[in-house]
């Protein structure tokens, strides 16, 4: 099975700070890396797919990156609606696999 | 509109079994990868199953043998059956539309059903 770790787990941040979320992967998996944001009691929202393709709806400050085994999310300026958690996700293989997660706090 | 809405979550005892529903609107389930995900209470997401288009099916190693995923094309919708229900089967469980392929992530999500296994 392919282990997704993600890092931070968690961090604090600022309306307007430029956010980095990185997810690496036990092997490779091509571009096969999707980024979702959850908030609590809500299902998670589909952000990127295909490592770097932006859902149609989601707001440009969300960006991805990465291919093989590294892969970063980035939100270019945090805004309030944005404090939640997020999560990558590979499907090169089966099982799919989910990284644990980063949570986005108010600094 | 586009939508899925889950169902048969409840309270079980260990060993019991119970099937969850998520019904499709404004999408052909048949044409869909389909995924059901769970999320234990305080947890991270899990990944459970998923069913191709072509009907093949696949699962993760903690349910495999328990866990049945199948879909009625007739009815647009897409089951998951649960047997020999242990205490760590607690979660939150979503269905998901998971793309025309594996490239596509999963892009349409329920709104979750919950299932308590518990004595």
């Known amino acids: 099975d392919i282990q997704m770790t993600q890092s931070p787990s968690s961090l604090s941040a600022s309306v307007g700070d430029r956010v980095t979320i990185t997810c690496r992967a036990s092997?490779?998996?091509?571009?096969?890396l999707n980024w979702y944001q959850q908030k609590p009691g809500k299902a998670p929202k589909l952000l990127i797919y295909?490592?770097?393709s932006l859902l149609r709806g989601v707001p440009s400050r969300f960006s991805g990156s990465g291919s093989g085994t590294e892969f970063t999310l980035t939100i270019s300026s945090l805004q309030p609606e944005d404090f939640a958690t997020y999560y990558c996700?590979?499907?090169?293989?089966?099982?799919?696999?989910f990284g644990q997660g980063t949570q986005v706090e108010i600094k | 509109e586009v939508q899925l809405v889950e169902s048969g979550g409840g309270l079980m005892q260990p060993g019991g079994s119970l099937r969850l529903s998520c019904a499709a609107s404004?999408?052909?389930?048949?044409?869909?990868?389909m995924s059901w995900v769970r999320q234990a209470p305080g947890k991270g997401l899990e990944w459970v199953s998923v069913?191709?288009?072509?009907?093949?099916?696949y699962y993760a190693d903690s349910v495999k043998g328990r866990f049945t995923i199948s879909r009625d094309n007739s009815k647009n919708t897409l089951y998951l059956q649960m047997s020999s229900l242990r205490a760590d089967d607690t979660a939150v469980y979503y269905c998901?539309?998971?793309?025309?392929?594996?490239?596509?992530?999963?892009?349409?999500w329920g709104q979750g059903t919950t299932v308590t296994v518990s004595s």
């Open positions: 069913i191709y288009s072509g009907g093949s099916t």
């Open positions: 092997q490779s998996t091509s571009s096969y």
């Open positions: 295909a490592a770097s």
């Open positions: 996700q590979q499907s090169y293989s089966t099982p799919w696999t």
């Open positions: 404004g999408f052909t389930v048949s044409s869909n990868y």
């Open positions: 998901a539309r998971d793309g025309l392929n594996e490239y596509y992530g999963m892009d349409v």
